[in-house]
């Protein structure tokens, strides 16, 4: 199969981009850097030339990686492109794992789709794992929980609404729930008591 | 009106003022009162928001007004016929630059500062000094490749001779990135919309250029795209989003509403920016003068600039793929089920009117806003083709001919 292909991966997540580089080094693949949003990452990727960029979709650089193929112009550097446009099942699942991929410009899709298949392997493990979802903004039925559980501490804690909101939302975090299951909880206690 | 076929929806948005009407339709209930359960997608990326609504992980999405536009011409990784009924505002965005750059710019050309295409000179004239003395060409971000932003900022540099590619960087960079960037010196300037430009200038890093209703007033901005066969196999879903929307829309627009909208975006952590800097300004319009109306004139405008800067790579009828995207008559439909009235006409000339005018709506006459450029040129949607001949800096990839060849 040739060279080995330079992967680069840009993760927010340093235990899952861990993860991925060890499943993809066993897999024969070469990984040049676990890079986060607060590395310069234009500069890094430039210096690095990887072959191949699989990119956490939660990042927000993805608009700035995508770009980089305009930079291709001025000097020959990786072309962005999504895994294979045909395939739309495979682009659906990477989607769904919320994985994307960006390969330099020539590389043959058949060569790419195994990296982005671990790499999605990789994703939905630890979705799985922390029982993620995506970040979803509240229906108005999770809505209204969320004011049932706000009026009930604000009734039995003296709390003004800002505070009752921000307890929620900081127990919500703390605790890695969503805020409407908070809220469901606290409703649930509310009745037993 | 009909149930609709497919009550429950993801939509996405992005942590941007112009969000506004999908939170508000959800906080409000308008969704709800067109049968809809909706849930909103907050995206870090307009990549995301491509993504997604491709794969069908999303059923519509806030996009850049180019996007849909985009993805249906094959613009970008990404071929996906996508449609819009509805704009989701126009205006909104400022070309801000660091507080050094801004004070180079003034030492450069003091008189220019007072101007709009005056400082695009002032901004020359810093370039020039550079690049004189060896310097590193100045940086500017843009939001996105296909945007408003990199339209409004290429036009802007272009004015003054400047080519984003030859004499500046023009990148893209996250509008929650912005700032940060700014600060740490990575970008000279950036146009990206509300609040983040304000932000910049209340933490005194940034010196606010102009607003970008100064280069285009009016100018289309975001839009709500859905793909079409979503459109297509959904037409009620599609209808009573839209009408949901324009609901909240007019919600927004409303004067005495501004500050209550600008506490809902913060205190919802919609938009993660002080409150005192999501105030909302006058130039931002969410729904009078027809501003959700998807003019084919505003498409046609847009497809000649990725014409102009070298995005499409092959010719094309302009006007039939305008039309195949920005969809009117679906724009018209929705309206007239709120009884609201919209224009007769599907285009206009850009560019004629300094002031509010009238034009004939369908249910009569009907008020819309000043269109001005800031160069004084006047953009005719019936001849696209006479604009890029016009374009003194133009990347067009073939010959003006091959693209006439084409014109219904």
């Given amino acids: ?91 659906q699942a990477a989607v769904r794992a919320g994985v994307s991929a960006y390969v330099v410009d020539g590389l043959k899709a058949r060569r790419v789709k195994p990296i982005v298949e671990v790499a999605i392997a990789r994703f939905q493990e630890h979705q799985a794992l922390r029982g993620e979802l995506e970040s979803v903004r509240a229906t108005l039925a999770e809505r209204k929980l969320v004011e049932r559980a706000k009026g009930i501490l604000m009734r039995r804690r003296s709390l003004g609404e800002d505070d009752a909101y921000q307890l929620l939302r900081r127990t919500a975090m703390q605790r890695k729930l969503r805020m409407s299951e908070l809220a469901r909880q606290v409703i649930d206690m509310e009745e037993l008591l | 009106m ?251 627009d409303a004067h005495e509403n501004r500050p209550k909208l600008a506490r809902m975006l913060a205190d919802g952590g919609f938009v993660r920016a002080p409150a005192s800097v999501l105030a909302l300004s006058e130039s931002h319009v969410f729904h009078r003068y027809a501003a959700n109306f998807p003019w084919r004139s505003h498409a046609i405008w847009i497809i000649a600039e990725m014409l102009r800067w070298g995005q499409i790579e092959k010719p094309l009828d302009v006007r039939t793929a305008a039309a195949s995207v920005y969809r009117t008559d679906l724009a018209r439909e929705a309206a007239s089920r709120l009884g609201l009235a919209v224009p007769q006409a599907d285009e206009k000339r850009e560019g004629t009117h300094a002031e509010p005018w009238q034009a004939a709506g369908t249910t009569g006459p009907i008020t819309l806003g000043p269109d001005l450029f800031f160069d004084g040129s006047v953009f005719d949607p019936g001849d696209p083709v006479g604009y890029l001949a016009r374009c003194e800096v133009s990347d067009l990839r073939f010959p003006l001919e091959e693209l006439e060849a084409l014109q219904a």
């Fill in chain 1, 1 to 91: 199969m040739g060279e080995k292909l330079r992967i680069l991966l840009v993760d927010e997540k340093p235990e899952r981009a861990s993860d991925l580089a060890l499943a993809l080094v066993s897999e024969g693949y070469e990984v040049v850097a676990r890079l986060c949003g607060q590395d310069d990452l234009r500069a890094r990727i430039n210096a690095l030339h990887p072959d191949v960029l699989i990119v956490d979709m939660q990042s927000p650089d993805r608009d700035m990686l995508e770009d980089m193929q305009s930079i291709h112009r001025e000097q020959p550097r990786p072309v962005v492109m999504f895994v294979d446009e045909s395939d739309q099942e495979s682009i």
């Fill in chain 2, 2 to 252: 009909s149930a609709p076929e497919k009550p429950d929806l993801v939509l996405g948005f992005t942590p941007l003022t112009d969000c506004a009407p999908l939170i508000v339709a959800l906080e409000h209930g308008h969704f709800e009162r067109y049968g809809l359960r909706v849930a909103l997608s907050c995206e870090p990326s307009w990549a995301n928001i491509r993504d997604k609504l491709a794969a069908g992980v999303l059923d519509g999405a806030q996009m850049l007004a180019p996007m849909p536009i985009a993805s249906t011409l094959g613009v970008g990784p990404l071929h996906q016929a996508m449609v819009t009924a509805l704009s989701l505002g126009l205006n909104g965005n400022t070309i801000t630059v660091s507080t050094e750059l801004a004070r180079s710019m003034a030492e450069a050309d003091p008189q220019a500062m007072a101007t709009v295409s005056g400082r695009a000179r002032a901004l020359a004239r810093v370039v020039a000094e550079r690049s004189d003395i060896g310097a590193a060409r100045l940086r500017f971000a843009s939001v996105f490749p296909v945007s408003m932003h990199a339209y409004h900022l290429r036009r802007w540099f272009a004015s003054a001779g400047l080519r984003a590619e030859r004499d500046l960087r023009l990148v893209v960079q996250s509008p929650v990135r912005m700032v940060a960037e700014l600060e740490a010196g990575a970008i000279d300037g950036f146009c990206v919309g509300e609040p983040w430009g304000s932000l910049a200038v209340a933490r005194g890093s940034g010196s606010s250029l102009l607003a970008t209703h100064e280069l285009w007033n009016c100018a289309p901005e975001k839009v709500l795209g859905v793909r079409l066969d979503f459109a297509e196999r959904h037409p009620e879903t599609h209808l009573a989003l839209v009408c949901a929307l324009l609901e909240a829309a007019r919600w927004c």
